[in-house]
């Protein structure tokens, strides 16, 4: 069994270098761990967003990465944008982010956290899930209760978005994920001037846990600020009816037998937002399932796509 473990790693790592960017990663973390065995974190989700999202977008300038940890989601969203931002606020995370930002041109690494003020706050990570680095300790107490894990602390530095970019970018942006762990509300109100201004398509995580008397306060901010429109990111199909434990089995079947992953996920229209977890919830302003592209975006990248090194943040 190992030696069969063994060669299909060596195959997928011979096939992987000819697909995805080579990322330098921390050993044992979760996001490292699946970028070995499938080649990108979240690859299914990305492709979702790319053909239910992205190309049918009118514009694709500024991106905004919040919780961009070592640049995984950051380097896909560099081919969709001309600009990306990418916001880490964990040292040792960012200067993996940093490294793997030298793969392009166009992504800008922060060393900040988004918040609704300038501040530094204590920060629990959890060494076997880097990216579940959060500045709420009951996210963090949870956590470890409920599994086993190494959680550490140490100092981050948050500020306001909306006073970090400069005003020229808050006008452009037209894309932002958020991955802050329990802490997109107070995100949200530092990027109140950007939301307003350009009103982005904004895509972030929601637990069930995040809900507060049966509403998120995520999505109350949300739509006092225009955003009419939302979307959950599932299962595609019959997966959607199967048991979460039998979902990858199944898909690693189909892929077995037709030589192709069947798409696993697509954008659902929420006519109300029970309390639930969301593997990505999406907010816009207009619809964006009855919107088409009406511009050749390679054209567009091509002009404007360049060197992040003279439009650095204020």
Do not use: W
């Not at 955003?227 to 077995?256: A, D, H, Q, T």
Request: proline share 4%; charged share 30%.
């Amino acid at each position: 069994m190992k030696s069969y473990l063994k060669r299909a790693l060596e195959r997928r790592r011979r096939k992987f270098i000819h697909e995805y960017p080579q990322v330098a990663c921390l050993a044992f973390d979760l996001i490292s761990t699946e970028i070995a065995l499938k080649g990108r974190y979240e690859a299914d989700e990305l492709v979702c967003l790319k053909t239910d999202l992205f190309e049918k977008m009118a514009r694709r300038r500024v991106c905004l990465d919040i919780g961009a940890n070592i640049g995984n989601h950051s380097l896909f969203f560099a081919d969709m944008f001309s600009r990306v931002y990418a916001f880490e606020p964990n040292p040792r995370t960012f200067r993996l982010l940093e490294i793997n930002s030298e793969l392009v041109t166009n992504i800008l690494p922060l060393n900040i956290g988004a918040s609704d003020k300038q501040e530094t706050r204590t920060a629990y990570q959890d060494a076997l899930n880097m990216g579940a680095t959060t500045v709420h300790k009951e996210l963090s107490d949870y956590k470890v209760a409920n599994k086993v894990t190494a959680v550490t602390k140490m100092e981050i530095a948050l500020d306001k978005v909306d006073d970090v970019l400069s005003s020229e970018d808050q006008n452009q942006v037209d894309f932002i994920k958020f991955d802050v762990e329990g802490h997109e509300p107070y995100a949200l109100e530092g990027m109140r001037r950007i939301l307003q201004a350009s009103g982005p398509v904004v895509a972030m995580e929601v637990s069930r846990l995040s809900f507060q008397g049966g509403k998120s306060p995520s999505v109350e901010i949300l739509r006092e600020l225009g955003y009419c429109f939302f979307y959950s990111m599932r299962e595609r199909g019959f997966l959607s009816s199967l048991p979460k434990p039998i979902r990858m089995p199944v898909n690693g079947l189909f892929k077995l037998f037709s030589g192709t992953s069947s798409a696993r996920y697509e954008l659902f229209r929420l006519d109300d937002i029970v309390p639930e977890s969301h593997t990505l919830l999406i907010a816009a302003k207009k619809d964006v399932m009855d919107s088409v592209a009406i511009a050749d975006h390679r054209d567009i990248d091509s002009r404007s796509r360049g060197s992040l090194d003279s439009r650095s943040p204020r």
